[in-house]
Nanobody
Framework: QVQLVESGGRLVASGGSLRLSCAAS????????VAWFRQAPGKEREFVAT????????AYADSVKGRFTISRDNTKNTMYLQMNSLKPEDTAVYYC????????????????????WGQGTQVTVSS
């Protein structure tokens, strides 16, 4: 079983940058596709970005494309989300997720594709 712990969320001014981290423990992290999702108050959890198990492929939500970058370091069992040009609408709890069952090859963007979740980290962007 994989355990995920997010960190790096905080209050930041509009236009600023943040880097979120997701540290994994347990089973071999490098075997799994992973992703970031976010949930704003009163809204459903939504896809932000995903990266393949090897790190060779990525996909992004249109709302963050060109501003956010997902990456992973399998030697450190850690995934990252670099967030630049932050906007107030990026305010949310950010969750990392891993797909530890089923087919691993490809890019996975649906909430239901992922079976393992972290506890979340709060990102607040002030206007």
């Amino acid at each position: 079983q994989v355990q995920l712990v997010e960190s790096g969320g905080r209050l930041v001014a509009s236009g600023g940058s943040l880097r979120l981290s997701c540290a994994a423990s347990g089973r071999t992290f490098s075997n799994y596709p992973v992703a970031w999702f976010r949930q704003a108050p009163g809204k459903e959890r939504e896809f932000v970005a995903t990266i393949s198990w090897s790190g060779g492929s990525t996909a992004y939500a249109d709302s963050v494309k060109g501003r956010f970058t997902i990456s992973r370091d399998n030697t450190k069992n850690t995934m990252y989300l670099q967030m630049n040009s932050l906007k107030p609408e990026d305010t949310a709890v950010y969750y990392c997720a891993a797909k530890t069952f089923g087919r691993k090859v490809g890019l996975w963007v649906a909430l239901t594709d992922y079976d393992t979740w972290g506890q979340g980290t709060q990102v607040t962007v002030s206007s």
